[in-house]
Nanobody, 120 residues
Framework: QVQLVESGGGLVQAGGSLRLSCAAS????????MGWHRQVSGKQRELVAT???????NYADSVKGRFTISRDNAKNTVYLQMNSLKPEDTAVYYC??????????????WGQGTQVTVSS
């Protein structure tokens, strides 16, 4: 089966930066869209950023201009560079990949989540 492993979360002061990584392993033919979502306890999970196979991106308005999503197709990895972090960015961040198997079927696979905490 396909596994996504996230890393890069942690504690940071407001105004600081973090870089999240999410690497896929297993039986993968290709990966279409990749993205990041975040969730605060008691609230709905929300989209942060997505990147398509052609490199096109979109961002939530709340992170636009501060966060940058990128991907390395050779490494089956998606990144989220987070700059100018704010306390309201505090959440568990989950990566998502739309993985294509040899059967040509596409599956949405989630990472385990990584905690980002921004202190004020």
């Amino acid at each position: 089966q396909v596994q996504l492993v996230e890393s890069g979360g942690g504690l940071v002061q407001a105004g600081g930066s973090l870089r999240l990584s999410c690497a896929a392993s297993g039986s993968i033919f290709s990966i279409n869209a990749m993205g990041w979502h975040r969730q605060v306890s008691g609230k709905q999970r929300e989209l942060v950023a997505t990147i398509r196979k052609d490199g096109s991106t979109n961002y939530a308005d709340s992170v636009k201009g501060r966060f940058t999503i990128s991907r390395d197709n050779a490494k089956n990895t998606v990144y989220l560079q987070m700059n100018s972090l704010k306390p309201e960015d505090t959440a568990v961040y989950y990566c998502l990949m739309r993985v294509v198997k040899r059967s040509q079927l596409e599956y949405a696979i989630w990472g385990q989540g990584t905690q980002v905490t921004v202190s004020s």
